[in-house]
């Protein structure tokens, strides 16, 4: 993932991607699913289309406060797009479908949250404290070897390793935001054979549920 992260964007500015796709699958779920959404028989499953909207309104003004990078991210990093080729000991990423600049921690989050699956979703399998630190420790040595430029000194330190943390966890609402919605539009659209509403529900649910625990989470001083 760092080397994804590390790509270029070629001397631009980029700006993420979040918040623009955010509002638009909000904005289709209000104006396409409104009365589906605002079924009586769904008011613990399915937030109003207005408290949806009061939430983004709280992330984006929360989560672009965290001074995480924008950079190049998959967005969609789950096990399944993940290839590891034994032969060649190498790993490969599949599916760029959703590819573009966006912030770091939200790519990291958005993998972390995928440990739980997505046909049987499992939330006990989101990786431990102690999981997150020893990956995010890993990860930010092969990103400074990668970003510097030329080999140096690639030792991360405890807060740079504690801000990665707060940061990533932050923006795993977003995750679970995000494809809740998502899963809202695919459920009216997709033919696929797949219960696209009860996978929002269960995205909603863990986003309501996490939020008061991220939420108190503190930035290193």
């Known amino acids: 993932m760092a080397r994804v992260h590390a790509i270029h964007a070629n001397g631009s500015l980029p700006r993420p991607i979040l918040w623009q796709k955010l509002h638009k699958y909000l904005s289709l779920v209000k104006t396409e699913l409104s009365p589906k959404v605002s079924n009586p028989s769904l008011p613990r ?4 289309p207005e408290a949806l909207e009061q939430e983004l309104v709280w992330m984006q ?7 995480s990078p ?7 990093l789950l096990c399944k797009n993940i290839i590891y080729d034994s032969t060649q000991d190498r790993v490969r990423f599949i599916d ?6 966006n912030y770091q921690a939200f790519d990291i989050g958005n993998h972390f949250n995928e440990f739980a699956g997505v046909k049987e979703v499992d939330y006990g399998l989101y990786p431990s404290k102690e999981t ?9 040595q092969a990103y400074k070897e990668l970003t510097q430029g030329h080999p140096g000194d690639t030792r991360v330190s405890e807060e740079e390793l504690e801000t990665l943390y707060v940061q990533v966890n932050k923006f795993s609402l977003a995750s679970h935001f995000l494809w809740a ?24 649910k863990q986003y309501f549920k996490m939020k008061p625990v991220v939420t108190a989470l503190q930035l290193p001083k």
């Open 61 to 67: 003004d929360t989560l672009s406060q965290l001074g």
């Open 70 to 76: 924008v950079v190049l991210c998959h967005n969609d």
């Open 181 to 204: 919605c998502w899963g809202l539009i695919q459920d009216k659209y997709s033919t696929i054979d797949f219960n696209f509403l009860r996978y929002a529900k269960l995205r909603f």
């Open 96 to 101: 760029y479908e959703y590819t573009g600049y």
């Open 132 to 140: 997150q630190l020893q990956w995010l420790h890993s990860y930010l």
């Open 45 to 48: 499953d399915v937030p109003s």
